[in-house]
């Protein structure tokens, strides 16, 4: 009953260092999604994937790339980190059908770029 | 666009006492509305949802929240917290579209600590 699984939970990089966040759902789920959180700030998205093959900017990508590899994983590339990309990253993902589908989140990745 | 404003950044509170935490949204079209809680270390959990229908929802661990169309409001409230309430919760809208998909986009607010003093 795995849901949504991120990988790494931790992670310290050297600003300039690149590094790809990787997210995978077994909910079969169509819809995937990265948010950071920050501080008094929520959680605010930064990509999403409506479906295999589509991917689209949410309020904040300014820095990563995405890439849906297939139905079940989403992942997150930081090109070049900045201390500003410091942060707690989320992947969900929501099933498709209902309109009233909440998200599934996972359990976060915790990055800190110094 | 939508936006979600909510009004408490922190709320303590004594073990057994009411709660209400403050949610107010904007958006120029129909929305979904939701609680998260996000517990130290974890990810986010569904409380509850509105989608339509009675205006006063249900949700888990006892919560409920009430919506208020014409206030744009969606405040959750507890009779009675324990200490395992304590958390960060989060209110969230989701807008849907002319054609009716949303695409399942959230947009959240700012979050509200809430902590359960003994």
């Known amino acids: 009953n795995a849901g949504v699984t991120q990988t790494p939970k931790f992670q310290v990089l050297k600003t300039g260092q690149s590094m790809t966040l990787q997210c995978a759902q077994d909910m079969n789920h169509n819809s995937m999604y990265w948010y950071r959180q920050d501080p008094g700030m929520g959680l605010r998205l930064i990509y999403y994937s409506a479906s295999e093959g589509t991917t689209d900017k949410g309020e904040v990508p300014n820095g990563y790339n995405v890439s849906r590899l297939n139905k079940r994983e989403f992942s997150l590339r930081l090109e070049s980190a900045a201390p500003s990309q410091t942060s707690v990253y989320f992947c969900?993902?929501?099933?498709?059908?209902?309109?009233?589908?909440?998200?599934?989140f996972g359990d976060g990745t915790r990055l800190s770029i110094l | 666009a939508q936006s979600v404003t909510q009004l408490d950044s922190q709320v303590p509170v004594f073990e057994e006492a009411p709660v209400e935490l403050r949610c107010n949204y904007s958006s120029s079209v129909s929305v979904y509305l939701f609680w998260y809680v996000q517990y130290p270390n974890q990810g986010l959990q569904l409380l509850l949802k509105?989608?339509?229908?009675?205006?006063l929802v249900k949700g888990i661990n006892g919560f409920e929240a009430e919506f208020n169309k014409s206030q744009t409001s969606f405040h959750l409230r507890k009779p009675s917290v324990h200490i395992s309430d304590t958390a960060e919760y989060f209110c969230a809208v989701r807008a849907l579209n002319a054609g009716g998909t949303s695409y399942g986009k959230l947009t959240f607010g700012q979050g509200t600590i809430l902590t359960v003093h003994p």
């Open positions: 969900a993902s929501r099933g498709q059908g209902l309109r009233n589908q909440p998200q599934h």
């Open positions: 509105y989608l339509s229908g009675s205006t």
